[in-house]
């Protein structure tokens, strides 16, 4: 018996120091050098926390670019972060989609149905993605320049001085910062 015990108290001893301990020092060590120190991104605007840039948002007013939808049970709640679990075929996500698309066609009559961005009508894998694609966000650029009484021009401009490249150029696709976007988008005016 002696035989298995000790062996495997000493891998268990083991696997706590490397796994526990220095693992754990390694990402922190990752997220000294990252921005911040690994504290997230606040964003900040005179004085005020606006919010997260790392989190969605919900932006339901006309005024504003609508960002993707959430999929965690609270909205945009990060304790319930999770995806919907839902496959492509199941009836209810297909409900689902379809009252996003309703709703998005309601608020955008202009647009047509195929020209909807599918990160707009379906959530992300952990439900708080704070981005959206270029094209969802040129998809509402008319109507958010018709209740701000802007120019389109003006609007799709601010949306192309948003875009985020890739990292590095290669990883990922461009993407723009809701959040960030519909701060800047507030600013414009002043």
Request: proline share 5%; with cysteine; charged share 15%.
């Amino acid at each position: 018996m002696k035989q298995h015990i000790f062996p495997a108290l000493r891998l268990t001893s083991i696997s706590i120091v490397v796994f526990c301990g220095l693992y754990s020092l390694v990402i922190l060590g990752f997220a000294q050098i990252a921005p911040n120190k690994g504290e997230g991104q606040t964003v900040i605007v005179n004085g005020s926390v606006k919010g997260f840039a790392l989190e969605g948002q919900n932006f339901t007013q006309d005024k504003y670019f609508n960002g993707r939808p959430s999929a965690a049970g609270k909205g945009y709640d990060a304790s319930s972060s999770s995806g919907s679990n839902l496959g492509p075929t199941n009836p209810a996500y297909l409900k689902q989609v379809q009252d996003r698309i309703d709703t998005f066609l309601l608020h955008n009559p202009t647009v047509n149905k195929a020209a909807i961005p599918a990160d707009l009508v379906t959530s992300s894998g952990s439900g708080l993605d704070p981005n959206i694609s270029v094209q969802g966000a040129l998809v509402q650029a008319n109507r958010v320049a018709k209740v701000r009484n802007l120019s389109p021009e003006q609007v799709v401009s601010l949306v192309n001085k948003q875009i985020e490249k890739p990292l590095l150029g290669l990883f990922g696709t461009e993407k723009v910062n809701v959040l960030k976007l519909n701060i800047a988008l507030d600013e414009l005016k002043k």
